[in-house]
């Protein structure tokens, strides 16, 4: 089968949740079907990254969208009350690129990934004229990744001033769009229930997975997951992700100013925090003191997990699957989070790992796995329930299955 994909960003390197997903994707993809790439980015592509696509991909076209042209397309969504970030995402010219590439590739399904691409793929939404021929009969999948509406309504409720007033259109916005391309695609897919139940109980459920392979302590280079002392990592406690991403920003403030100051008065010695991840906002590098290292971006994000102790994410925002809890549990860790971030897992509290909602529950918690014996018993079973629930090949299974049926 032909697939043609088209994404809202070049997927590598593998720095963003987005990203990560299309990547593996594509690579459990081009087991059995060929793979045509269509990726809008903002930014130059480096040639490097192409070339870890490429033997995925039977060809890989990339379209640099020009700012200049993004901010007036912001401007025309408004105008159209459309989600300010379709309009961001997307540019005239490059949604006649897209056509023409369509029409040489004469694809099965297009497989479009979250509901910036929606004018790329369908250009009718900002009064482009198409130059697609209507006889092309190519079936239409979405991966909604998220629940963007309610990520954006998340965001909104913990905000004040002229910035929730922006999120409340951009919220309203997208939940019109989400709920019209229901009708526009012949499919669509989203990672957990939460962002399901949200959306349509009509939409397909494509979990997000880990490359076990990756993050695996012995392939790292280290030892045992579980080291026999605690003292023998570096940091007490980690958190990654992509610290320029508001639902991080706003879990990394949480962390330090008020969730560790607990933990700190009834153990004063010895617990430190690192905060790991590219583009730090100026709010995540004021976190930065004795007990706080914020490194930013690094060159194997391994590294970090490797050389911490306990893995906490204390996300009060944002939707979707946290694939930071994947990897830091495929690397062995203990992990600490809210309700909102191990619902989508399918893990157990208390089984697979622990889960509050106050910044008194998370503190506790990481009192609680100072000690030894909770800390090894909570990594193990970890470990073993991402191994088995959460391989890339398991959770590309039903995306396998509705790509077909939807090319009979």
Not at 19 to 37: F, G
Not at 96 to 102: E, K, P
């Amino acid at each position: 089968m032909k697939i043609l994909v088209l994404l809202p960003r070049f997927p590598y390197p593998l720095d963003k949740g987005d990203k990560l997903r299309a990547y593996h994707q594509i690579v459990e993809l081009s087991r059995q079907h060929d793979i045509y790439l269509f990726a809008l980015s903002h930014e130059p592509v480096e040639k490097e990254d192409v070339v870890a696509l490429q033997p995925f991909c039977r060809d890989i076209h990339v379209e640099r969208l020009n700012r200049c042209a993004c901010y007036l397309g912001v401007l025309r969504a408004f105008i159209h009350r459309q989600p300010f970030q379709l309009g961001y995402w997307t540019t005239p010219h490059a949604q006649h690129a897209f056509d023409a590439y369509r029409r040489q590739v004469q694809p099965d399904v297009v497989y479009c990934q979250m509901v910036r691409t929606i004018p790329t793929l369908n250009t009718k939404h900002f009064g482009v004229p198409s130059a697609l021929p209507a006889t092309l009969n190519t079936k239409q999948i979405l991966d909604f990744q998220d629940a963007l509406s309610l990520n954006t309504r998340r965001r909104m409720e913990r905000s004040r001033g002229p910035l929730r007033w922006v999120l409340k259109y951009e919220y309203q916005a997208l939940q019109r769009i989400e709920q019209h391309a229901l009708q526009l695609f012949d499919a669509t897919t989203v990672i957990s229930s939460i962002d399901q139940s949200a959306l349509s109980p009509t939409v397909a459920l494509v979990p997000n997975g880990v490359d076990t392979d990756y993050f695996n302590t012995e392939h790292f280079g280290v030892p045992s997951a579980r080291p026999t002392t605690l003292n023998a990592k570096h940091y007490s406690i980690v958190f990654c992700g992509n610290m320029s991403y508001a639902p991080n920003v706003d879990a990394a403030r949480w962390l330090v100013k008020e969730i560790m100051p607990l933990v700190w008065e009834q153990c004063p010695y010895g617990i430190n925090v690192l905060i790991a991840g590219a583009d730090p906002k100026p709010a995540v590098k004021a976190l930065a003191g004795p007990k706080v290292t914020v490194s930013g971006r690094l060159d194997d994000i391994r590294t970090a997990y490797a050389s911490s102790q306990i893995f906490v994410a204390p996300m009060r925002i944002g939707s979707g699957m946290q694939n930071k809890l994947l990897e830091a549990m495929a690397m062995g860790l203990p992990c600490v989070t809210t309700t909102l971030a191990a619902a989508p897992l399918g893990a157990t509290a208390w089984e697979h790992l622990l889960v509050g909602d106050t910044a008194e529950q998370l503190a506790d918690m990481i009192v609680k796995l100072t000690i030894e014996e909770l800390h090894n018993t909570i990594a193990d079973a970890g470990h073993r329930f991402v191994m088995e629930h959460h391989s890339w090949h398991a959770a590309a299974e039903p995306l396998e299955a509705l790509l077909n049926q939807s090319n009979n």
